[in-house]
């Protein structure tokens, strides 16, 4: 699974959403790799009700890139505002 870190909560829980499965998971934020902050990627795994979670450098890159490349195409496709300056 892949999920990404959405916010730390009071207590030090860490909120992890799993987009493809549409639920999300509440884990101490100690548990969590070193390096792990708001909107890491990781790879989780489950076995037992357990939880492996690694954090992917990869996937954070991509989703970094493509929110870049959307923003770049929004900007090409602004033809300005339509409100007039004085």
């Avoid at 969590?32 to 795994?45: E, K, N």
């Avoid at 489950?46 to 989703?63: M, P, T, V, W, Y």
Wanted: charged content about 35%; overall charge negative.
């Amino acid at each position: 699974m892949k999920g990404y870190l959405d916010r730390i909560e009071d207590g030090g829980k860490a909120v992890i959403l799993l987009e493809e499965q549409g639920f999300e998971i509440v884990v101490p934020f100690r548990e969590l790799p070193d390096g792990s902050g708001v909107g890491s990627w990781f790879r989780i795994y489950e076995e037992n009700g357990c939880f492996s979670i690694q954090l992917d450098e990869a996937e954070r890159k991509h989703k970094e890139q493509m929110a870049g490349e959307m923003t770049q195409k929004l900007r090409m496709k602004s033809s300005g505002s339509k409100y007039k300056r004085d």
